[in-house]
């Protein structure tokens, strides 16, 4: 007998994301299949190995932990200790966790089917065949699911569905892919699809309604479906009629849709995708990912108008992969909402709100108890960044850079709001939750504090909220009877920024955003402070000018353009420029000279931006936020960077102690241009440019006056990915280093996670 082979036994420490990730059964299913003997279990730092057998065989397993683990995991580090062979396991076991309730994850994130579950849903033979429902313990839905910790099936709205013999068994068997997955189920005991009239009518169940669901919107109907973390609206993506009557019905709304299409092949077809930007839509994690359009794409005009860039996503349930199977072409996958209401996540508010705008509806009984958006992620020259963390991203914690002095709650801003709560290493960001403006928003903000503090067992000794008073997220933390740490916005932003990338500051800060209250009572937006995570000083800001009508401004940009034209040009060359504008332009004009209530001072880089696009003719109203920006950003990168123009340096006035970037002449020389007739790209080309090079200036010199080598770029404004390129390029060349947002929200989404960062790792006294 050959008995060369010796015996070894190693232990593993295995460090990263690990828990709640089917790392256990892994370990056992590869302990197994390699004769190995042993143990391993969950402790607080992640996962511990035990093995014994012969050396080649722990070899070959601490080589699978190490660089084949299972997909929803990341391995950050794996400790290999040798210890004397022990020769007394008993085969390979998985033990309780150490401290199963402690777990720094309690919760993974929402996943998509993986290859092993498809493969079940397209085999004839196989019992979950064409099975909406089908998951595992590498896939499915986790976060949206879960009413409580410990991650178990009764705290999950799984709870109502008791597991048939089969599910049982699979459930039971450490050996099975499907050990403990905690949505388990099959078409003899799980939920099952319901299709419906707008009216409530019951049409079909089952395999049945999926039938009828797909020829419905084969033949162009609208259909709303049941996802994962809400509904969406669905249609024939290359239908225009379909796209267009889906436009008509969610009236007033012209944001682009989303495009599902059933695979990465499908969508090289609609954009330009490069390696990383095909990971990111493959991902498990399953994001939007906005991307350029190929100009040959062969989708319904409706779909994203006047936009160089797509929305795609991939099938992310069984479900999705199904319907786009039976539909073979692309669909739009909207959020099922009107615009800015939330996303329908219960079937009764579905009927209520989707009904009107949809042909039939495909529910499931499911129920959602944490509604989630899609994740948006937009690929820029320079990196993915994510736009609206949501759906497959939260509540996946981030880390802090030193230990949280406190148990935390942030509760954001206003508009795009989300919720963060922060304890020792970590600050986790709840789902996107929409602008608070709205009731329905308000109910999912409480719940989603509730439900934060409760998994990650936060009791907050401080709540951090915005300075604005007129904010439901500000009014509810002065209500909520606990010690309170107001941040100013801008702050925040630039915290944000300082908390992504783990670096402590201080920096300079450049915070340019929409609109957020000032130390002074003014309305910032285009900020250059000097910031770390517990103090800032504000040592620049773009020219302040009156915001003529207030919210109504943000409506309509071409308020602004008055505003910025009075202040540039003088009265009478604004009247001129007003008249091409609106026919209200003299009862702004008065408003701006006025300086009164209605018209309060702003130095908003997003407010001058809406003025210059709406100065160029590109847009004088909107119907979501951001769209003017979004679409001026467009036309200048129809130009390439080199070839827009010099519209010179722009002045900057440092009498009164802070510098004041003044950007009038640039307003005055897009009139001028306009006037000549330059073609709108040219000009909106040339604005980028000189604004950017103006800010990457100043910044630059206020970080060489304040001895800092660092500047941080923030605010919803940097969602530009023309302006961030000129500034960060201008700042580059001078040597600094630049950080700029990729795995937080540049904009209103990230305040939260600035604030949490500030209440947790700051010094203030509290
Ligand atoms: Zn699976
Ligand atoms: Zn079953
Ligand atoms: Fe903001």
Not at 11 to 20: E, F
Not at 95 to 106: H, T
Not at 717 to 739: I, S, W
């Amino acid at each position: 007998m050959l008995t060369a082979v010796p015996v070894q036994r190693r232990r593993l420490r295995v460090r990263g994301t690990v828990q709640g990730v089917g790392f256990r059964p892994f370990v056992y299913r590869h302990a197994l299949a390699l004769g190995l003997s042993g143990h391993v279990y969950n402790d607080n730092q992640g996962v511990l190995v035990e093995v014994e057998g012969p050396a080649p065989a722990v070899a070959e397993l601490c080589r699978v932990v190490a660089q084949a683990p299972p997909p929803l995991s990341r391995v950050d580090a794996v400790e290999s200790t040798e210890l004397p062979p022990t020769g007394r396991d008993v085969g390979f076991v998985i033990r309780a966790s150490a401290e199963e309730g402690a777990a720094a994850v309690p919760v993974s994130v929402d996943t998509g089917t993986c290859a092993e579950c498809l493969a079940d849903i397209r085999d004839p033979t196989n019992r979950r065949y064409r099975y909406p429902f089908t998951n595992c313990t590498n896939c499915g839905p986790r976060y949206t699911i879960v009413r409580s910790v410990p991650y178990d099936r009764p705290a999950t709205t799984m709870a109502a569905f008791t597991m048939c013999a089969d599910c049982q068994r699979e459930y039971d068997d450490p050996a099975d892919r499907r050990f403990h997955a905690q949505p388990n189920a099959c078409p003899a005991c799980g939920p099952r699809l319901l299709l419906w009239t707008s009216a409530g009518e019951r049409l079909a169940e089952g395999d049945e309604a999926l039938r009828r669901a797909t020829r419905l919107l084969a033949e162009g109907s609208v259909v709303a479906v049941k996802g994962i973390g809400g509904f969406h609206l669905a249609t024939d993506a290359t239908n225009e009629a379909a796209v267009a009557e889906l436009r008509r019905r969610k009236a007033r709304d012209e944001k682009p849709f989303a495009v599902m299409v059933p695979d990465v092949a499908a969508a090289r077809e609609l954009c330009l995708l490069d390696a990383a930007t095909e990971a990111a839509l493959v991902s498990p994690r399953r994001p939007i990912v906005l991307a350029p359009r190929r100009p040959e794409a062969v989708l319904a005009t409706g779909v994203a108008p006047g936009l160089p860039e797509l929305g795609l996503l991939l099938p992310y349930s069984p479900l999705h992969h199904l319907l786009l199977e039976g539909v073979d072409r692309p669909l739009v996958m909207t959020s099922g909402n009107r615009s800015d209401e939330p996303i329908a996540h219960d079937d009764s508010d579905a009927f209520e709100r989707l009904g009107p705008l949809v042909d039939a509806l495909l529910t499931h009984d499911r129920a959602i108890h944490i509604r989630c958006d899609d994740t948006v992620l937009r690929r820029t020259p320079a990196r993915l960044q994510l736009v609206r963390r949501s759906r497959g991203y939260a509540p996946e914690p981030l880390p802090l850079l030193t230990k949280a002095r406190r148990h935390v709650l942030a509760v954001g801003a206003e508009l795009k709001n989300t919720v963060a709560v922060a304890k020792d290493t970590m600050v986790v960001a709840s789902h996107h939750l929409g602008d608070l403006e709205h009731p329905a928003t308000s109910s999912a903000f409480f719940q989603a504090i509730h439900h934060l503090c409760h998994l990650y067992g936060v009791t907050p000794e401080v709540v951090a909220h915005d300075l604005h008073p007129e904010y439901l997220s500000t009014k509810w933390a002065l209500d909520a009877d606990l010690p309170t740490l107001g941040v100013q916005h801008h702050h925040a932003h630039v915290a944000s920024c300082l908390a992504e990338h783990e670096f402590a500051g201080p920096v300079l800060g450049v915070a340019f955003d929409g609109l957020g209250l000032g130390l002074d009572g003014t309305l910032w937006g285009g900020e250059f402070l000097v910031a770390d995570l517990s103090r800032f000083e504000r040592v620049g800001h773009l020219r302040a000018v009156p915001l003529p009508g207030g919210a109504a401004a943000i409506r309509q940009p071409w308020r602004m353009a008055v505003a910025w034209a009075s202040q540039a040009l003088g009265a009478d060359d604004a009247a001129l420029v007003g008249a091409d504008l609106d026919d209200r332009w003299p009862a702004v004009l008065g408003l701006v000279h006025s300086g009164g209530p209605h018209a309060p001072l702003t130095t908003s880089a997003g407010r001058l931006f809406d003025a210059a696009s709406a100065l160029l003719g590109v847009r004088r109203t909107v119907s979501y936020e951001g769209q003017a920006a979004i679409e001026l950003e467009a036309l200048a990168r129809t130009i390439a960077l080199e070839e827009a123009p010099d519209y010179g340096p722009l002045e900057v006035d440092r009498s009164e102690g802070q510098a004041v970037l003044d950007p009038g002449a640039l307003v005055a020389r897009v009139v001028e241009e306009r006037r000549r007739g330059t073609a709108a790209p040219v000009v909106a080309a040339g604005f980028h440019r000189a604004l950017g090079e103006a800010t990457a200036d100043l910044a630059a010199s206020l970080a060489e006056e304040h001895g800092l080598a660092t500047v941080a770029l923030s605010g919803g404004v940097f969602q530009n990915a023309r302006l961030t390129q000129v500034v960060e390029d201008g700042l580059r060349r001078r040597g600094f280093a630049v950080l700029v947002h990729s795995a937080v929200p540049p904009n209103d989404g990230g305040i939260s996670i600035g604030q949490a960062a500030v209440a947790a790792v700051g010094d203030y006294e509290g």
